[in-house]
Nanobody
């Protein structure tokens, strides 16, 4: 599976951004999809995840109520809608696909996109 994330950019605090992650290859619907962020000098952190059929979603406490993830298996695409953005949300955002145990940890994913930069100004 190859993943291509897009949609990042510069936004003011309180604004919104929508990220997309398009997957190529087979069996997209058999993968749990996750979103992680990595700020400069920090480790990659879990943001959100969605199960294979899109019936369950999971979020880091820091983004609950502000971020929403969804997927369209017919389009091989997963989305991350981000609202009420804060300067501390500034990071590179990565999408990932996995079949392993542990959807909130990096090791739970097999494939990673290249990342898209999100910058929130105060």
């Amino acid at each position: 599976v190859q993943l291509q994330a897009s949609g990042g950019g510069l936004v003011q605090a309180g604004g919104s951004l929508s990220l997309s992650c398009a997957a190529s290859g087979r069996d997209f619907s058999t993968y749990t999809m996750g979103w992680f962020s990595q700020a400069p000098g920090k480790e990659r952190e879990f943001v959100a995840a969605i199960n294979r059929i899109g019936s369950s979603t999971y979020y880091a406490d820091s983004v609950k109520g502000r971020f929403t993830t969804s997927r369209d298996n017919a389009k091989n695409t997963v989305y991350l809608q981000m609202k009420s953005l804060k300067p501390e949300d500034t990071a590179i955002y990565y999408c990932a696909a996995g079949r392993r145990y542990g959807l909130k940890v990096v090791s739970g994913y097999d494939f990673w996109g290249q990342g898209t930069q999100v910058t929130v100004s105060s």
